[in-house]
């Protein structure tokens, strides 16, 4: 249903960094690149895209969720935010408030955005070592 999203930021350069670092582990990367815009998506087409803070006075902060994979591509998203000094709102844990295999992550970008890593496929769970718990899973 949605097409595409863009948000506006404070330091383009800065949020390009953190965004270059925390969507290339869930298979992201800049597609286009127009004057300060970037567009980040999969290729062929961009679907999330950042540019320079032009309308409106203040912050308001947005929630912006990224599909993962898998559970470790939530893991690799989390330590690449970490690393690029992202302020850690939740580590990688399964949300059943949300469903059974919501399992998620979610760090601050360079605005103060609320930026999450989510993935919704019970797969991996079955091919876990038996006895082997994800961080936050319970028996």
Same mark, same amino acid.
């Given at each position: 249903?949605? %097409? /595409?999203?863009?948000?506006?930021?404070? =330091?383009?350069? #800065?949020?390009? &960094? @953190?965004? $270059? *670092?925390?969507? +290339?582990?869930?298979?992201?990367?800049?597609?286009?690149?127009?004057?300060?815009?970037?567009?980040?998506?999969?290729?062929?087409?961009?679907?999330?895209?950042?540019?320079?803070?032009?309308?409106?006075?203040?912050?308001?902060? %947005? /929630?912006?969720?990224?599909?993962?994979? =898998?559970?470790? #591509?939530?893991? &690799? @998203?989390? $330590? *690449?935010?970490? +690393?690029?000094?992202?302020?850690?709102?939740?580590?990688?844990?399964?949300?059943?408030?949300?469903?059974?295999?919501?399992?998620?992550?979610?760090?601050?970008?360079?605005?103060?955005?609320?930026?999450?890593?989510?993935?919704?496929?019970?797969?991996?769970?079955?091919?876990?070592?038996?006895?082997?718990?994800?961080?936050?899973?319970?028996?």
């Amino acid at each position: 249903m949605i %097409s /595409h999203v863009s948000i506006q930021c404070s =330091d383009v350069h #800065a949020s390009s &960094a @953190f965004y $270059d *670092a925390v969507l +290339a582990p869930i298979g992201g990367r800049r597609i286009i690149e127009r004057s300060e815009a970037i567009g980040y998506g999969v290729p062929p087409r961009p679907d999330f895209w950042i540019g320079p803070w032009e309308t409106g006075d203040g912050f308001r902060e %947005s /929630h912006i969720a990224f599909a993962a994979q =898998d559970r470790a #591509a939530v893991r &690799a @998203f989390f $330590d *690449a935010a970490k +690393a690029a000094g992202a302020e850690v709102l939740h580590e990688p844990r399964v949300w059943p408030e949300y469903h059974a295999t919501y399992y998620g992550a979610f760090v601050r970008d360079p605005d103060g955005n609320n930026v999450e890593a989510v993935c919704h496929d019970p797969s991996d769970i079955l091919t876990r070592p038996l006895g082997h718990r994800g961080p936050g899973e319970r028996r």
